[in-house]
């Protein structure tokens, strides 16, 4: 007989999620001693103990780390199959999907996804969070995020990489700047002080090319993204860079000036990044190839 049961795989996902045995009992429908009884059954099932007490929370060993991913798909699979997904119907799901975005995939990707979502499916809700590099592998294992697109490659056997579309950078600077011309020379350009943008936001190939080349790149201060550039550089002689369709928006509104880069930057593809799932999903599929379908 199976020491098991499915009451505990989904006990073990909601207290990895909640971080609390009454939270789980609540999400449940059942009595705090029935999840404190399903979790002593898992800890002598593995022979750990799973979650241990920090304050208030009960945070993951290791091994509760590697089983979450595995244990919540099976939960999802079976939740699937219960409700009929083969039949999925976009028009009638209410569904809310997660998805990581940099602020420039908000201002820039985020209205065309809406569009050709909502023609499908106009009660799913996106979720939509700050894309950080450092975190997000880990978000799309735990489940904390359904979908990535970003210009940083990521390389892990366990997720699935959709190629979207390429980009280039550029020089940005303020519309009158003195000295910076639409070509300057690179003793032009290290002559200047310059505003870096955070690596978190996922376009690293610029400072890595720099680093590369052995330029000499003062940099005055960095900033969080790239949204916030007119507000530094519009009334100073500081230099900045950014992706070229952004840049272009910058000039457009009259915010900023771009140029032509003195040396050859690599151009950045960004791409679709999901968990490589062992069962199908019919809502997963439909909402991957949503996002392709919207961004190429």
């Known amino acids: ?11 073990f996902v909601l207290i990895y999620e909640t971080a609390s045995v009454t939270a789980t009992a609540e999400r449940m ?4 001693p029935s999840v404190s009884y399903a979790l002593r059954r898992l800890r002598n099932l593995f022979n750990d103990p799973l979650f241990l007490r920090r304050g208030h929370r009960l945070e993951p060993t290791a091994v509760a780390e590697d089983l979450y991913p595995r244990l919540r798909q099976l939960i999802e699979s079976m939740d699937d199959v219960m409700s009929h997904a083969s039949r999925f119907r976009p028009e009638n799901s209410t569904r809310t999907f997660r998805l990581r975005l940099t602020d420039v995939g908000v201002t820039g990707l985020l209205p065309r996804i809406l569009h050709r979502i909502r023609a499908e499916a106009p009660q799913v809700v996106i979720d939509v969070g700050a894309l950080t590099i450092s975190t997000v592998v880990q978000e799309l294992r735990s489940g904390q995020a359904d979908a990535v697109i ?12 959709e190629p979207l579309f390429t980009q280039a950078y550029v020089g940005v600077c303020a519309p009158d700047h003195p000295r910076i011309s639409a070509a300057p020379t690179l003793a032009e350009f290290e002559a200047e002080k310059h505003v870096g943008v955070a690596a978190e936001t996922g376009h690293r190939s610029y400072d890595l090319r720099i680093s ?5 790149r003062s940099v005055s201060v960095v900033v969080p993204s790239f ?4 507000a530094v550089l519009a009334d100073t002689e500081l230099l900045s860079f950014a992706p070229e369709i952004v840049a272009q928006r910058f000039e457009s509104n009259g915010l900023l000036r ?3 880069l003195p ?3 690599p151009i950045s593809e960004s791409a679709l990044y999901t968990v490589r799932r062992q069962l199908p ?3 997963f599929d439909w909402f991957r190839t949503s996002l392709i379908e919207a961004l190429r």
């Open 281 to 283: 999903s019919a809502e």
């Open 150 to 161: 970003c210009a940083t490659r990521i390389d892990a056997p366990d997720l699935l990489r």
């Open 258 to 260: 771009k140029f032509k």
């Open 263 to 265: 040396f050859d930057v």
């Open 1 to 11: 007989m199976a020491s098991y049961d499915l009451g505990m795989v989904r006990a």
């Open 227 to 230: 949204p916030g550039l007119p």
């Open 212 to 216: 590369e080349l052995g330029i000499a």
């Open 29 to 32: 429908y059942i009595s705090q």
